[in-house]
């Protein structure tokens, strides 16, 4: 199993990101995914999740209007549309998949100037 994430970087205040997360090794659509995020000097939190069909989703109130999550389960890839962002979504973002197991990603920057 073995997820790579990609489409992090620097944006401004209001900008857009569009994180990636490419799945191998498995059967992706069996899995339940989510995006979690961790801050310096911050624990991990969880940021949304999405059910192995994609029919159910679920946000943290501080990202609800302003992020999207998405899968698409034939190309084994999980999406993160950031819209709207803030400083204070500046983390590294990390893909999380589980099915009784966990497995984590390596991590992607976002990072979000003034």
């Known amino acids: 199993v073995q997820f790579v994430e990609s489409g992090g970087g620097l944006v401004q205040a209001g900008g857009s990101l569009r994180l990636s997360c490419s799945a191998s090794?498995?059967?992706?659509?069996?899995?339940?995914m989510a995006w979690y995020r961790q801050a310096p000097g911050q624990e991990r939190e969880l940021v949304s999740s999405?059910?192995?069909?994609?029919?159910?989703?679920t946000y943290i109130d501080s990202v609800k209007g302003r992020f999207t999550i998405s899968r698409d389960n034939a190309k084994k890839m999980l999406l993160l549309q950031m819209n709207s962002l803030k400083p204070e979504d500046t983390a590294v973002y990390y893909c999380?998949?589980?099915?009784?197991?966990?497995?984590w990603g390596q991590g992607t920057q976002v990072t979000v100037s003034l």
């Open positions: 999380y998949g589980h099915r009784g197991v966990g497995y």
């Open positions: 090794g498995f059967a992706f659509g069996v899995y339940d």
């Open positions: 999405i059910s192995r069909t994609g029919g159910s989703t």
